[in-house]
């Protein structure tokens, strides 16, 4: 396995809008990041992950962008962005941006000059097409529910839009879109950034033809992702990306990728031909949908657990590298989802990021996570903000279902679960902003916050300080090998890390059920040492004991 400075990296995540507020308008901005980097220094981030800042409509929260290489007014200036790389590396960090390749804004010039009219040089830029049978050219339906597809009237054609209407794909064919990408991509990276996280990077090309998807149940749109994801040809642009920008550079990229089987693992990220460096593979987060799809919520099941987590930690070692991850912005804050946010927060907090951070691979820890920040349950529809719920909401109406079941929906998977405002302190807003925040905070600020937990030994922010440190201890925690230990174990999640001699073995209750847990015997005799654990005195010999709620223990075997 070749050495990296990304495979040693603790990253983090940081979705601006709601980190900090620096000048009293309730949005997030980058003097408020660049003012609470010695925290994240402190926390031992080594990496940090900025969603986008550029010029945006804000339909999607800066995934519309208007201008790629300017900032968004309400997050500052270049010159804000100057100082905050600046500040980043001055502390020994390093910035990746977030690339967001797919789509732009409906407001951007390409695509102001693509609809103006059918013969504009830039109409190809954009994926146009004709009516059919008086409505959609197909049956696809956008990520974002509903049609992906808007008529503009003013040429009496579709564009074609994954995800808001305000968010028209790029013609990726097009190599003139790709040329102007490059471009972009180069002028980012003569900055002196450290990498891209790249977004929604599985769809960017398209079946050709654009078919109607199956339909076997006469919905009105059709899940449309077998005709954009990991479509056949896609490496084609990747490898350009690749071989035009990125490999000019000493820089980490890491993909959003869903959808990509483990058997395309070398062609994605394979150590010498990969297209990308790392990506973040989506089915442990999936492992809660129901039949009826991501909004429909299943109880997620710990062998399936194991299973995914044992299939990408084995299936990559000697190909590729992992991304960790619990969160991001898009997903339900984990201890919600996976751990008991009300009678064991701490203890099921610390679990769970013993569980994803000694893994083998680049954990990424989003914003909240290290303290344990929780779902949050609006009582309106009008306190969400992300354009994805109101779609879903209408979409919903049309089809007669029932509000209250729409609103738990909601109140389960909403990716605004992972927006409310960072908990700094318990001063009003959470000490994130000194007026009224763009969206409302989570009321357990008063309990859960940074301030708190910073004076607090046991608390969950201290734990992931001590975690890391632990990581950036040992080669072993960040190249040796994964290997699952009880696999076969109801509750209990073990795995060991090994290089050389040197064993680590990881082992977790994921429940408040209290499982007998046994030391494996073939370490016995080579002096096992707890090393870590989120309860008092986790050392309880080699006899069976009963593991505590949500207990997690590292052991160190020499
Ligand atoms: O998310 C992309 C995204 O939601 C998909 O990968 C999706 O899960 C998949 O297509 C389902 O099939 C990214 C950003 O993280 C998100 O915040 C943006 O809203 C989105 O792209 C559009 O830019
Ligand atoms: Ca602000």
Redesign the pocket.
Known sequence: MQRKWWKEAVAYEIYPRSFMDSNGDGIGDLPGIISRLDYLKDLGVDIIWV?PIYRSSNS??G??ISDYQDIMTEFGSMADFDQLLAEIHKRGMRLIMDL?L??TSDEHPWFIESRSSRNDPKRDYYIWRDAKDGAEPNNWES??TGSAWEYDEHTDQYYLH??SKK?PDLNMENPAVREDLVRMIRWWLDKGIDGFRV??I??IKKLPGLPDMPNPNHLRYVDS?PGH?NIEGIHEFLQQFKREAFADYDIVTVG?A??IPISEADRWIGEENGSLNMIFQ?EHVNLDFGLEG?WDYAAWDLAELKRIMDKWQSGLEGVGWNALYME???QPRSVSRFGDPVRYHKESSKMLATFFMLMQGTPFIYQGQEIGMTNVEFAELSDYKDV?IYNYYRERLLDGKDVSETMRRIAYRA?DNARTPMQWDDTLYGGFSTVVPWIRCNLNYQEINVAQQLDDPNSILNYYKALIRLRKSSEVLVYGKYEAVLLEHPEIFAYSRSLGDEVYLIVLNFYCKTPEFQFPAEWRDRHPEVVLSNYERSDRGFDQFALQPYEAIVYRIM
């Open positions: 969603c999607d929260n995934y519309d967001v797919n789509h990520v974002f994954l995800y968010q977004d929604a599985t769809h992702n994801r959003e869903s959808g989506f991501r991001n912005h898009d994805e990716r």
